[in-house]
């Protein structure tokens, strides 16, 4: 079992930055991929960003891509999520979740089978 907790959500101004963090415990993450989806009320969870197990391979959503950042540093057994540039339509609950794979970073919900409790993040105008 993994368990994941993110932080570092808050309040903050469209245009400002913020860093979210998610530590896992219960299990080393090093081989699994890991990746950000995020929620807003009465919509679907929405795939944000993913790593795989090589930090070199990334994924974004088109509508993030560009503004933030993925990263992951196995020692600490955390993964971040670097947000520049931020717009109200970013507001959301941010999850970061876990999931088994041979190397590569997907996309969909399905393959990931532990989550966070997840951090709000608003964003103002």
């Known amino acids: 079992q993994v368990q994941l907790v993110e932080s570092g959500g808050g309040l903050v101004q469209a245009g400002e930055s913020l860093r979210l963090s998610c530590t896992a415990s219960?299990?080393?993450?090093?081989?699994?991929?890991l990746a950000w989806f995020r929620q807003t009320p009465g919509k679907e969870r929405e795939f944000v960003a993913s790593?795989?197990?090589?930090?070199?391979?990334?994924k974004y959503s088109n509508s993030v891509k560009g503004r933030f950042t993925i990263s992951r540093d196995n020692i600490k057994n955390t993964l971040y999520l670097q947000m520049n540039n931020l717009k109200p339509e970013d507001t959301a609950v941010y999850y970061c979740?876990?999931?088994?794979?041979?190397?590569?970073?997907?996309?969909?919900?399905?393959?990931?089978?532990?989550w966070g409790p997840g951090t709000q993040v608003t964003i103002s105008s």
């Open positions: 790593i795989g197990r090589i930090t070199t391979i990334t």
């Open positions: 219960g299990r080393t993450v090093d081989l699994y991929q």
């Open positions: 979740a876990a999931g088994p794979t041979f190397g590569g970073a997907s996309t969909g919900a399905a393959a990931f089978d532990y």
